[in-house]
């Protein structure tokens, strides 16, 4: 029986910002000072134009490069968009799914999530899928609910040999980008419930072996308190990656916090 405990995974989402050549510099930093770290695999989503900056420039061990978002298609007539194939091909392995601010400002409904989410899976990609409620949601008392929802809908069609690889991201929404961090207590019994949905649905298997992220504004001084929950495997990070010392501090906390020896689940 699985008594190992999973690798912790701090994924830094830069949003919209730096540059080319912004990133070069920032991840020679990050080279220079998680060449040593073990233990905890950090992922940077970066924008789709920093790619290969951020692929080229990566050399410590430990760091992978995710991207924010892309189509579901695999080619054809939509203009703007990116398929899993382009980013595959650049060497990325991450991809954000289902983000707050794509579902708010982009119009994303759980379906077309779940779409992109079986197309990242289905092109060897290992999707960060990010669910969380609002504000009034949470006041209302239906954050439960919701959150169960989000989860059916976007796993909707997925085998539970394939939600092993899957990262799951709790993202209050009032908390991202505000200063506003869930307590840890409702990060704990957030990130516990959706374990237990995976269990209901997908087994045992595969609820021990999926990560479950916090995200929204957590930084250097609050992601150790948040990370010494059992049932959180890491976070993803939006201003704080943004800062080599705040997202380097990040992972140092992940590392003490102790993930393990596991290896990431391979992907297939
Ligand atoms: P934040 O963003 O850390 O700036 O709150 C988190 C996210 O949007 O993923």
């Known amino acids: ?23 070069k510099v920032f991840v020679e930093e990050l080279n220079r ?10 992922v940077i989503c970066v924008p789709f134009v920093d790619i290969p900056a951020a692929v080229r420039t990566a050399k410590a061990r430990c760091i992978t490069v995710g991207a924010q978002n892309m189509h579901h298609e695999p080619s054809g007539a939509y203009t703007g968009e990116i398929s899993s194939q382009m980013l595959q091909d650049l060497g990325v392995k991450y991809v954000i799914v289902g983000h707050s601010e794509r ?7 759980d379906v077309i999530v779940n779409k992109k989410l079986r197309a990242a899976l289905g092109g060897n990609m290992i999707p960060i899928l990010c669910v969380g409620e609002s504000i009034e949601q949470r006041e209302r008392g239906v954050t439960e609910e919701l959150i169960c929802l989000q989860i059916k809908e976007a796993l909707s069609g997925v085998e539970a040999r394939q939600v092993r690889r899957i990262v799951i991201a709790y993202e209050p929404i009032w908390a991202i980008g505000t200063g506003m961090t869930a307590t840890v207590e409702d990060a704990r019994e957030v990130c516990a419930l959706i374990r237990a949905q995976i269990r209901r649905v997908f087994g045992a298997a595969a609820a021990r072996s999926v990560r479950i992220l916090y995200g929204g504004s957590m930084n250097a001084k609050n ?12 976070g993803l990070i939006g201003g704080a990656s943004l800062s080599a010392d705040e997202f380097i501090t990040i992972i140092e906390e992940a590392v003490q916090a102790g993930g393990d020896d596991e290896k990431p689940v391979p992907v297939e």
């Open 223 to 234: 992601a150790k308190g948040l990370l010494a929950c059992p049932d959180i495997d890491g």
């Open 103 to 109: 579902r708010r400002d982009f119009g994303e409904t």
């Open 1 to 23: 029986m699985g008594t190992k405990k999973r690798r912790k995974l701090i994924a830094g989402n830069w949003k919209m910002n730096k540059t080319p050549s912004q990133t």
């Open 33 to 42: 000072r998680l060449e040593g770290v073990r233990g905890c695999d950090t």
